[in-house]
């Protein structure tokens, strides 16, 4: 008889590094250290919790908790047991489908629960009650590479969000590449400042626990907190959103000492050269802008300053550039991407007909159009359904966005067209809290336009740019906001 193969889980990885290290600290959160020791004590302790509630492995959970530290217990106990585990944040009425298709919903007070078949509150007495137990941990059976074991939710630009089922082989690849494009070994000092509300953060936070390195937890609540962490905590690795980043960049406080070794990856969007430049300058010794998806997470990979435009592919991807009809176009042409992979995803969670349009006789197709350099260099230029259609010429709003933050300083930029009382497509200018006066303004927004034959231009100040959990901007909704502003000052 053939054995069923079998495949270790990150518990296994920590009690590796508990008997191997027991002292050496796993986790920082809110500036208390937890050992290797003390985490597998509490994996032991919330895995036997989450036993008690009765659940068969296979089972769905979905999970709702802004404690990183407990989400991250329950999302390991849920790893060991053989239970598919899903985050999620407060995503109002979007997250009912989700809640209504699993077996239970642990959640703490305030997020939603509409469509729950069975709750439970994740409430400081239960809390209490599961980190004073005590015993051995539970000898469990190990899981299968094919087994299920997380539901991932796409970012929904759209307005709305797909999901999709993982299985262990797809997360260990997952865990695997980042430890394989990062270089992440024990000396590794990860800041986390999101919720595990994203999939590919929280498959990094395994990857460098798996790794034997340390995990500093800081929500991304004011720009002081991440400086602060990232000087007391030796922090040499970090993650963030094009927005973040911006944001951190702005607000760094002007003692600010450039650590002397700090790796950044941002992922979500594109990302400037202008805020290249400045990370460079006062943050990063390298930086890596990753494109990749919860449906192939891993695709190509820029790292500056070094490269610029092209990314390069993954060995395990193969990519190509095709036209309306699916026909391959030559290196240089711009159309449709699409991909394979290794392991890559197959379908949506009870979505056949996004299912039958994004996966194709094999193939993936994000909807995104690009440029294939060679066979391992790819452009991508952005979403199909979001290019701007100016009097004949398509592009890309986040290319306009970066030229606009490049010559006007404001918070916040986005780029939508939007059709005038004629019929003929404008761009619109959204931008939160610019720098200057209104005149000054013009003139630096009609300089980064010099030579682009656009027409008019229309400048709209705006509270914030829609923006979805990734970062991504919310195109419809940035046109509507857009298009109130516009009517309310007629």
Request: charged share 20%.
């Amino acid at each position: 008889m053939t054995e069923r193969p079998t495949c270790a889980t990150t518990a296994d990885y920590i009690a590796f590094h508990a008997a191997d290290r027991p002292g050496a600290a796993a986790l920082i959160d809110n500036g208390r250290a937890i050992s290797y020791a003390e985490l597998g004590r509490d994996i032991g302790k919330f895995t036997a919790a989450l036993g008690d509630f009765g659940l068969a492995p296979g089972s769905r959970v979905a999970i709702g908790c802004a404690n990183l530290y407990v989400h991250w217990l329950l999302l390991a106990a849920c790893e060991r047991l053989g239970i598919v585990s899903a985050s999620y944040v407060d995503e109002g009425g979007a997250a009912t489908p989700l809640l209504s298709g699993v077996d239970l919903v642990l959640a703490e007070p305030g997020f939603p629960i509409a469509g729950a078949r069975r709750h439970y509150v994740v409430a400081t007495p239960w809390l209490e009650d599961v980190f004073a137990r005590t015993g051995a941990d539970a000898d469990l059976p190990p899981g299968a590479p094919e087994d299920a074991v997380r539901i991932a939710s796409t970012s929904g630009t759209t307005g709305t969000i797909k999901r999709l089922i993982l299985t262990r082989r797809m997360c260990d690849a997952w865990i695997d590449r980042w430890r394989w494009s990062l270089g992440i070994t024990r000396n590794t000092r990860f800041l986390l400042t999101m919720s595990f509300g994203s999939t590919g953060r929280y498959m990094l936070t395994n990857a460098v626990l798996r790794s034997g390195g340390t995990v500093v937890l800081v929500q991304f609540v004011s720009i002081a907190a991440v400086a602060d962490a990232i000087a007391a905590h030796g922090i040499n690795l970090l993650t963030l959103l094009p927005i973040q980043l911006k944001q951190v960049l702005d607000g760094l406080p002007p003692d600010f000492t450039k650590p002397a070794r700090l790796t950044l990856a941002t992922i979500g969007a594109a990302i400037s050269d202008s805020l290249i430049e400045k990370a460079m300058q006062r943050l990063a010794t390298e930086m890596i802008a990753y494109y990749g998806s919860n449906e192939i997470p891993f695709i190509a990979e820029t790292r500056m300053p070094t490269q610029s435009g092209m990314g390069t592919l993954f060995p395990w991807v193969e990519a190509e550039v095709v036209d309306d009809a699916g026909r391959p176009l030559p290196h240089g042409a711009v159309g449709w991407i699409r991909l394979k992979a290794d392991t890559m995803a197959a379908r949506y969670l009870d979505d056949p007909e996004t299912t039958s349009r994004m996966f194709r006789e094999g193939w993936f197709y994000p909807g995104d159009v690009g440029i294939l350099g060679d066979r391992r260099h790819l452009q991508v230029m952005g979403r199909g359904d979001e290019l701007l259609n100016i009097g004949g010429y398509k592009m890309a709003p986040s290319g306009l966005e970066a030229l606009v933050a490049r010559h006007a300083e404001a918070a916040d930029v986005g780029v939508c067209g939007l059709r005038n009382a004629v019929g003929v497509e404008e761009i619109c200018v959204g931008v939160v809290a610019p720098v200057g006066d209104d005149s000054e303004l013009s003139r630096r927004v009609a300089r980064a336009f010099e030579g682009l034959q656009f027409g008019t231009v229309r400048l709209v100040k705006l509270p914030a740019i829609p923006r979805n959990a990734n970062g991504k901007i919310l195109r419809a909704a940035l046109k509507e906001a857009v298009a109130a502003r516009l009517l309310g000052s007629r």
